[in-house]
């Protein structure tokens, strides 16, 4: 079975610095991976995904994330952070395009510096 | 367009009461519907997921079960909570290519 891994619970940066948010997964074979964004007492809302093709996927709101498939991770990034940023990151991973095998990592909450 | 609604959004409710926590999906036909559970600091759980009518499939053994009476309808209940119970429920669909969640139900059980 498939998992993945954030490694950091919180992240605190500041208002127009750069984010990297981290994820590693586990799984035997080309795995779909997502990033969601709550915010608080709310659902999620996808950011991104990678099914294949260029390894670089852009998403809304001014996100990226690279998949490393040497590395089995799939960070996401964003230049320049705003204030509005500020919520609870979720990656997560499929064994393919049915998302009953969806696996989700524990989060991190992203705080935003004045 | 397409929109999920959950209710209630907060509720509250004593040890061994039941529950029934309702979703519904518009603006598309036959969705996959899943209900999922969120607690502090352990990510999602996948609970239960629904290809269609009367199709339930229980992904983890627990005090919970769910129905869809109708196509675009999923309901999570419970004959008697437990403590345990507490939490964030989340009801999604997927098509187009996502996975689209409601806004949640925050369970508190006392």
């Known amino acids: 079975a498939q998992s993945v891994t954030q490694p950091d619970i919180h992240i605190t940066v500041s208002e127009g610095a750069s984010l990297e948010l981290r994820c590693n997964y586990s799984?035997?074979?080309?795995?779909?991976l997502f990033w969601y964004v709550q915010s608080p007492g709310q659902g999620l809302q996808l950011l991104l995904k990678y099914f294949s093709g260029d390894t670089l996927v852009q998403g809304i709101k001014g996100f990226e994330a690279e998949f490393k498939r040497s590395q089995s991770s799939f960070n996401l990034r964003k230049p320049s952070v705003h204030w509005s940023d500020a919520a609870e990151y979720f990656c997560?991973?499929?064994?393919?395009?049915?998302?009953?095998?969806?696996?989700f990592g524990k989060g991190t909450m992203l705080l935003v510096s004045p | 367009s397409q929109t999920i609604h959950q209710w209630p959004a907060t509720l509250v409710q004593p040890v061994g009461s039941p529950l029934s926590l309702e979703c519904t999906v518009e603006g598309t036909s036959n969705p996959n519907l899943y209900w999922y559970r969120q607690a502090a600091g352990r990510g999602l759980q996948l609970l239960f997921y629904s290809v269609g009518i009367g199709q339930i499939s229980s992904e983890v053994p627990q005090n919970l079960s769910a129905s869809r009476p109708q196509d675009r309808q999923f309901i999570l209940s419970s004959k008697k909570l437990l403590l345990s119970d507490s939490g964030f429920y989340l009801c999604?669909?997927?098509?187009?290519?996502?996975?689209?969640f409601g806004e949640g139900s925050r369970l508190t059980v006392l």
């Open positions: 999604a669909w997927s098509g187009l290519g996502e996975l689209f």
């Open positions: 799984y035997g074979a080309t795995p779909y």
């Open positions: 997560a991973v499929a064994a393919g395009s049915g998302y009953s095998t969806l696996t």
